[in-house]
């Protein structure tokens, strides 16, 4: 481990694609909807297609185009295009509220539990993610996610990449920003983070979008560890 | 349980003297430290005096005296005021900011972790404390409690029982006021919960001022649970 890493006191954690993996939790539970409602969809296109306008939709609120508009509704405005666009025309308002809260219950990577578990006997665990607090606590809650603090873009009415997400968690944790670490499998989120002086790891999920997706893997020689997954990041710590 | 209660989702816990015992804590580490310095100090009055100045500390940053100033410290000015009275001039700055700490290492009360692992299998559990992020967040991992949210005053810049403290956490948890209920050892807190529409638990504490301390146990018959402590707070809830 590099001499630098060792001030790391806490982990701060990029969570849609870094810790779950919502592509498949949204096809698995797309395709049990379509079933009991007798309607056929392509999933895996659709749920590529919802994440696709994650960041369009923020950069309207981050523009002012938008007041300042959580990610659930944020997802609730891109669904509803989304279904009509897809041709479906079958859901109650139940039923697609149910549907955006997918995100609430997006399933973890297989390390992700047991390595989080064992980083935190060492870090302090933080998220810093765009989801809002409530979506945050309800996938952690649901899926094991032992966090020590859930923070969120949304306490800084800021999202990543904006600077404001990353220093607002930084002054609550009255850190430096040396001594937090990035973790996420994004090089902009860690581009954003390594400006402000925090520590960085990326972590490859190649397959965040889908077996045939062909992702840049590439690691920027400037970050700072390299990681296969947490139970790797955890190794290269000395946890 | 009354049928108002069951609608209840989440549980906002005030947490120095509701969930852990700041007074045995602070005459514990100060003998210790007074032990190691060779130095004679009646730890009970100073704990007394140090918890005494909480109130009126917060008061001057609500009233404008004070810009925001987090809880940390504000304890570490009080703490030198108090240190000068009681005559103690033994101490480095390494030391003092130690002995400030001990707030991040309150012990929680015997029944707090089995009764907060038993109420998170229900509900979601969140701090609601004038205790500032990080001091929780440390608080949390040394005692071990099982919080699903870190929420602090220090969030909406409002000390309780300002309101804007209590609707914030309502906020960012998207729920109703009446599906959140107030847990707390201290009316007070209660009473400002019960006026935004949120449920009430009263928790005894008989000994958060101590073994000589004559507390007001008398319930307001307003209040939704009095409970003799968190497992018995659990299973008032039927969890």
Redesign the interface.
């Known amino acids: 481990m590099k001499e630098a890493l060792e001030g790391v006191k806490a982990l701060a954690f990029d969570v849609f694609g870094t810790v779950v993996d919502y592509r498949t939790t949204i096809i698995t539970e797309g395709e049990r909807l379509a079933e009991d409602k007798g309607i056929e969809i392509d999933w895996a296109a659709f749920a590529d297609a919802w994440r696709g306008r994650y960041r369009p939709a923020m950069d309207r609120v981050m523009r002012g185009e938008l007041p300042w508009t959580n990610l659930?509704a944020l997802h609730r405005t891109t669904l509803d295009e989304l279904l009509a666009e897809f041709g479906v025309r079958e859901l109650s308002e139940g039923e697609k509220n149910h549907l955006n809260g997918v995100w609430h219950r997006l399933r973890p990577w297989g390390d992700s539990v047991p390595g989080l578990l064992r980083l935190k006997t060492r870090f302090?665990l933080a998220t810093l993610s765009n989801g809002?607090?409530?979506l945050l606590?309800d996938m952690?809650?649901n899926a094991g996610l032992p966090w020590?603090?859930?923070f969120s873009a949304?306490?800084a009415r800021a999202y990543k990449p904006d600077p404001r997400a990353y220093r607002m968690l930084q002054e609550?944790?009255?850190l430096g920003p040396d001594e937090i670490m990035m973790v996420a499998a994004h090089q902009s989120d860690l581009r954003a983070a390594q400006e402000l002086g925090f520590r960085t790891a990326f972590v490859m999920r190649p397959l965040e979008h889908g077996p045939q997706a062909v992702p840049n893997l590439r690691a920027d020689p400037s970050l700072d560890v390299v990681a296969t997954d947490f139970v790797d990041l955890a190794r290269q710590l000395r946890v």
Do not use: G, H
Request: hydrophobic content about 60%; cysteine-free.
């Open positions: 659930d302090v809002n607090v409530r606590v952690a809650k020590d603090l859930v949304e306490l609550l944790l009255m």
